[in-house]
């Protein structure tokens, strides 16, 4: 059975910061590509790290330079470090596995930004 399970999220003061983690089991994780995704309400969901097997990186535009994306392979888990938070970064965070046309999410974790 594939899980992928969030955890880090919470209520956080405008500027501060928070670490999203993302256990992944049931799956070859090495050989996926693994993502960070957000759903504000009324909005569409929007990717906003990714990692790829190999490391490689890639952020939205919102994300660079305030959050960083990191996977450490031997724990099976993704994490998103987020710094310089904003209220306009509260959403729900969901962790996304990705080989090929197989796709697994995680249930999400709420990020509230507010004094």
């Known amino acids: 059975q594939v899980q992928l399970v969030e955890s880090g999220g919470g209520l956080v003061q405008p500027g501060g910061s928070l670490r999203l983690s993302c256990a992944a089991s049931?799956?070859?994780?090495?050989?996926?590509?693994m993502g960070w995704y957000r759903q504000a309400p009324g909005k569409q969901r929007e990717l906003v790290a990714a990692i790829s097997s190999g490391g490689i990186t890639d952020y939205a535009d919102s994300a660079k330079g305030r959050f960083t994306i990191s996977r450490d392979n031997a724990k099976n888990t993704v994490y998103l470090q987020m710094n310089s938070l904003k209220p306009e970064d509260t959403a729900i965070y969901s962790c996304?596995?990705?080989?090929?046309?197989?796709?697994?999410w995680g249930q999400g974790t709420q990020v509230t930004v507010s004094s």
């Open positions: 049931g799956i070859a994780y090495r050989l996926y590509a």
């Open positions: 996304n596995a990705r080989l090929g046309r197989t796709d697994y």
